[in-house]
């Protein structure tokens, strides 16, 4: 098929790319600046354009919507641009070019609203309680795509969860960034079961996804290694694999969470250049368990990842 993916020129993008090809896709691509990717042909632009966005899918057999606004914080009305009416924006100009088959990248964070998530499936997507401006404006954009799916339109959701692997300029850099600089600290001793995603499987997971879209079509998924582990041993592989000191000192999750509370509320009149070093939402994330059942996603798109958390971390060391 002709696939457009939008958001490729982000890390997980870019892999979504290379699998769509080495898949026989011929890929087409849809963001801010080059995606990179040798062999795809790039359209600049955004998906809270229009014109640009029909034009991108002019001839398309399918898309892979990946693009989004992903931050801890920021203006809560730039998320809902991109990440809500952009999504409208791309599912509208799908449905006048005839698009059939829609593959909606999403987020466990849009279910997630500060408890612990321990052998879940994909639990219904939730604005009010989700935690944060990017997984409240993802919840709302998974529960729009999810309502076109149809007759016409073929659409799954799919949720990788804390995708990582080498060249991540996000969740690696930064792990690796605090680490060095002494501040990682673990919460609640870093004993939270969590899963995560190398990315090589996130990526064959969503080409998966969109051959088996017609089959699943209306479902949401949350993808992961189906490895949970504790956040501290995780945590330390990546900071081992990366040739830096694995985080040694603890603080109460409690004393977190209203730690980056304030810090929210400091970022809102004065934001700083990069992340926030806590949010509430963050806080929550390293001190609850959250891991997924991965039965439903590994029998109905007849997927199962390819490669293991020691093996991605041994990547990542060669790196």
């Known amino acids: 098929m002709r696939v457009l993916a939008t958001g490729a020129s982000g890390f997980l993008g870019r892999a979504v790319v290379v699998a769509l090809q080495s898949a026989g896709h011929d890929v087409r691509t849809l963001q801010r600046r080059p995606s990179g990717v040798p062999g795809a042909e790039d359209r600049l632009g955004s998906v809270t354009d229009p014109g640009a966005t029909a034009a991108a899918l002019a001839g398309v057999d399918a898309v892979v919507h990946l693009a989004a606004k992903v931050s801890l914080a920021g203006d809560p009305t730039e998320f809902h641009a991109v990440n809500v009416e952009g999504t409208r924006t791309l599912l509208d100009a799908a449905a006048a070019a005839d698009v059939s088959r829609v593959v909606h990248v999403s987020s466990p964070s849009v279910a997630h609203a500060g408890h612990a998530l321990a052998g879940v499936g994909a639990e219904p997507a939730d604005p009010v309680g989700a935690r944060g401006e990017y997984a409240r404006t993802k919840a709302e954009a998974e529960l729009l795509a999810l309502s076109r799916a149809g007759d016409a339109l073929s659409l799954v959701a799919i949720r990788p969860h804390l995708v990582w692997g080498p060249g991540d300029t996000q969740l690696i850099a930064r792990v690796v960034d605090r680490a060095r600089r002494r501040r990682l600290p673990l919460l609640n001793g870093g004993t939270a079961l969590i899963d995560s995603t190398y990315v090589d499987n996130a990526a064959s997971g969503i080409v998966a996804a969109l051959a088996r879209v017609d089959e699943v079509s209306?479902?949401?998924?949350?993808?992961?290694?189906?490895?949970?582990?504790?956040?501290?041993?995780?945590?330390?592989?990546?900071?081992?694999?990366?040739?830096?000191?694995?985080p040694r000192f603890s603080v109460p999750a409690g004393l977190a969470r209203a730690a980056g509370g304030l810090v929210e509320r400091v970022w809102a009149v004065r934001p700083g250049q990069d992340e926030p070093p806590m949010t509430r939402f963050l806080a929550e994330q390293l001190s609850t368990a959250h891991w997924f059942d991965q039965t439903e996603i590994r029998r109905d798109l007849r997927w199962t990842p390819a490669v293991s958390i020691d093996e991605g971390l041994r990547r990542l060391a060669l790196a």
């Open 218 to 246: 209306g479902r949401a998924y949350v993808l992961t290694n189906g490895e949970p582990r504790p956040v501290g041993d995780l945590l330390a592989g990546i900071c081992r694999a990366s040739g830096v000191r694995p």
